[in-house]
Every structure is written in C-alpha cells, then in structure tokens.
T-cell receptor
Framework: EAQVTQNPRYLITVTGKKLTVTCSQN?????MSWYRQDPGLGLRQIYY???????DKGDVPEGYKVSRKEKRNFPLILESPSPNQTSLYFC???????????FGPGTRLTVL | GNSVTQMEGPVTLSEEAFLTINCTYT??????LFWYVQYPGEGLQLLLK?????DKGSNKGFEATYRKETTSFHLEKGSVQVSDSAVYFC??????????????FGKGTKLSVKP
C-alpha cells in the first residue's frame, strides 16, 4: 500500500530535550515536505526537499532541522524544543514539487 | 506574495443542506488551485483541483470553479452528509511570488454536519 508514515504519532517532551520525528514514504517520491498545523493558522511549511541531499527552508524553519540522506526518509529534528513548537506536524511527499502531495497521519507534539 | 483566504468556521449544517465554503486568493502569475480535506485524526487528502481559469474540479459530489476574474475557488456541494464532517483547506501553488511552487494553504474551515 502506498503511504507516508510518521513516528511517533504522539509525543510529550520537555523544553530543550532533542527529538526526531521520522517520516518515510514507499512511493519513490523525490519531493518531501514538513508542515506544522496550528489552530487559526492552517498549515505552514517548515522545510522541503527536492531530492536526496537537497533541502530548503519553508515559511517557518526556525528551530528545526531536516536531512535527506535517503530518498524514502525525511526526518524532522528539533535540537532544543520549546513550548512554541507544540503543534501538529505533517510530512508529505510527491513525485515532483508540482504533483499531488500525499500526507502522513500527523504527529502531535507537546513541549512542556 | 501569494496567499489564500477562506471563510472562517466552524460551519454547521443539517444533512442534505447545500454547502458553500468561500476561498479567494492572491497570487503572482496563474496558480493552480486545490481543495484538501482532513477527516478527524487523519492527514490531508486532495479533494479536487483546477489548473487554469474556468476549469471546474469535482470529486465525491464536491465542485469548485477557478474564477480568475474574482480570484476565487469556492467549494460547493449540493447535499452534504454526516460523513462530510471534516476540515477543508483551500490551497494554491504558484511558481512565482516567492513560494517557488510550494503549496500555500488557507487556515481551514471546519464543517460539522448534523443528522
């Protein structure tokens, strides 16, 4: 089954404790992206990747890092999480930037 | 820059009522327009899209027409069902105006349909 998976689905952590949210797709997609969803703000793009070893900032990259060492994986790294990063995070992938994006199920992160 | 404005919710309707969710956009060039749906506890799914002026996207009884003259892409459905309860996002993609082809989303409109 074609899908985008994210782990964990739920995470509660404390300020300053490094964490990684994994994202994996099995569709051989070149384009991958991370979004955060906040009430009243909709979805905002954090980072995106056009292909392996090619990443770029989205609209709200501060406090986040990403890497794309393999085509299927695009982890989101929070080196020192803060409470304002409490949010619902979605990973998405597509064949190319202009193709239909497929979204993962989301990761709900709470930073205390 | 590019942006999307959609009507604020929540919208509450009775089953079989007519639905309209307004969406207007600001964009450089000629963007592609999309409606995504997010069912409770799930990620977003593409509902429909239109890539040029006067195109009509349709899926699952939902329709939206790309209106360049009014820069709008309103979502409509003639008879909603309880299963349509979800959050609906309007989005655009433009190769100009700084967004470089990435999706720009509206804030979302929550729809609740009562039996």
């Amino acid at each position: 089954e074609a899908q985008v998976t994210q782990n964990p689905r739920y995470l509660i952590t404390v300020t300053g404790k490094k964490l990684t949210v994994t994202c994996s797709q099995n569709m051989n997609h070149e384009y991958m992206s991370w979004y955060r969803q906040d009430p009243g703000l909709g979805l905002r793009q954090i980072y995106y990747s056009m292909n392996v070893e090619v990443t770029d900032k989205g609209d709200v990259p501060e406090g986040y890092k990403v890497s794309r060492k393999e085509k299927r994986n695009f982890p989101l790294i929070l080196e020192s999480p803060s409470p304002n990063q409490t949010s619902l995070y979605f990973c998405a992938s597509s064949s190319g930037r202009t193709d239909t994006q497929y979204f993962g199920p989301g990761t709900r992160l709470t930073v205390l | 820059g590019n942006s999307v404005t959609q009507m604020e919710g929540p919208v509450t309707l009775s089953e079989e009522a007519f639905l309209t969710i307004n969406c207007t956009y600001t964009a450089t060039g000629y963007p592609s327009l999309f409606w995504y749906v997010q069912y409770p506890g799930e990620g977003l799914q593409l509902l429909l899209k239109a890539t040029k002026a006067d195109d009509k996207g349709s899926n699952k009884g939902f329709e939206a027409t790309y209106r360049k003259e009014t820069t709008s892409f309103h979502l409509e459905k003639g008879s909603v069902q309880v299963s349509d309860s979800a959050v609906y996002f309007c989005a655009l993609r433009s190769l100009y105006g700084g967004s470089q082809g990435n999706l720009i989303f509206g804030k979302g409109t929550k729809l609740s349909v009562k039996p």
